[in-house]
């Protein structure tokens, strides 16, 4: 798992308010306490609301709000994936506006590396 994929989900798992030990948050994703010790001293210092220590837990502060658009690599990929099948179906009703909104992604989000094709 790539960092900025881990980082997104250690947010989505702390958005719960709760307190999360390190040993919880690294079996969630798949990495060791000690990656975990660095992600939440990382997150700390670019201003995220992260809060806590090495024994007692995380928890992020204040609510965080992220953007609609802010996605996974992977939920990426299936947006993409999704939208390319049906524009690909000339037969299918909603093929024009599948490739009209493929370019808008690729617009919108130019750092996802998204080519539209239409």
Known sequence: ??????????????????????????????????????????????????????GLGYILRSPLMLPPTLMSHDEMEALVEGLRHVAADEANPRARAARNLLTKVATLMPQAGIESEG
């Open 1 to 54: 798992m790539k960092r900025d994929d881990r980082i997104y989900d250690l947010i989505q798992i702390l958005r719960d308010g709760r307190l999360h030990t390190a040993a919880e948050l690294a079996a969630a994703v798949g990495v060791s306490t000690r990656t975990i010790w660095r992600d939440m001293e990382m997150m700390a210092r670019t201003g995220l609301p992260v809060e806590g220590e090495r």
